[in-house]
């Protein structure tokens, strides 16, 4: 069993928080955290870089001087490669990085990520967080005082939050996702996991719902 500490938002203690790992996977498989985020890296790639060719500079296709008795080296026009101005040899053209893993690793990956932060001890459970307007002075408060002010920090929260983003959008170092958008290269980009209780439960849930529908399928 997992047990871990719940704050408020001054940082007081106000109960545990325990279940079992299994809930989110049965272990940790660093190949497939390392094939994922890859995966995640490649489809951010934008891969729009283009040069032209000699057939795409500008310049005459005419030879640039007589082949013989000049004494000089033959040469052909100014769009040759070896001359300045020239087009490239091997022009670069737009390439699409981006590629998917089946979605059931993508998702075991997630939960592993996510089982990997309660593991090593850079999670923390809040026991709820909400804010009436966007306030950015009251969410470094929060992370002050429960000491996270100096690492990256992923907070995690059950549902999209308006409020909540907005308060953490200026913070440097935070990222702000609800639970339905976890994946793996978030939870390990970021140092530090700051999920609320309602979110945990959320995500096992979502765990016990996959595989229900995989025992039924």
Same mark, same amino acid.
């Given at each position: 069993m997992i047990s871990l500490p719940i704050f408020n938002s001054t940082g007081a203690e106000v109960g545990t928080y325990e279940f079992d790992?299994?809930?989110?996977?049965? +272990?940790?498989?660093?190949?497939?955290?390392?094939?994922?985020?890859?995966m995640y890296q490649a489809n951010r790639r934008v891969g729009t870089v283009r040069t032209k060719a000699r057939g795409e500079v500008s310049g005459t296709t005419q030879k640039m001087y007589r082949q013989k008795g000049t004494g000089r080296a033959r040469a +052909?026009?100014?769009?040759?490669?070896?001359?300045? +101005?020239g087009g490239h040899t091997f022009a670069k053209r737009p390439i699409d990085y981006s590629y998917r893993l089946p979605r059931k690793a993508v998702q075991l990956a997630t939960k592993m990520a996510l089982l990997s932060k309660f593991e090593d001890g850079e999670a923390v459970v809040?026991?709820?967080?909400?804010?009436?307007?966007?306030?950015?002075?009251?969410?470094?408060?929060?992370?002050?005082?429960?000491?996270?002010?100096?690492?990256s920090v992923l907070l995690v929260i059950g549902s999209h939050d308006a409020a909540v983003w907005k308060s953490a959008r200026n913070?440097? +170092?935070?990222?702000?996702?609800?639970?339905?958008?976890?994946?793996?290269?978030?939870?390990?980009?970021?140092?530090?996991?700051?999920?609320?209780?309602?979110?945990?439960d959320l995500a096992r849930g979502l765990v016990?719902?996959?595989?229900?529908?995989?025992?039924?399928g």
């Open positions: 790992p299994a809930d989110l996977a049965s +272990g940790i498989n660093k190949q497939l955290l390392h094939d994922v985020v890859v +052909g026009s100014v769009r040759s490669p070896v001359r300045r +101005g809040m026991e709820d967080l909400s804010f009436e307007q966007p306030k950015t002075r009251e969410m470094a408060s929060i992370l002050k005082a429960l000491n996270l002010q100096d690492d913070i440097e +170092g935070l990222a702000v996702l609800p639970v339905a958008d976890l994946n793996a290269y978030d939870l390990l980009h970021q140092r530090r996991l700051l999920i609320t209780q309602s979110a945990i016990a719902e996959t595989v229900a529908e995989t025992v039924a």
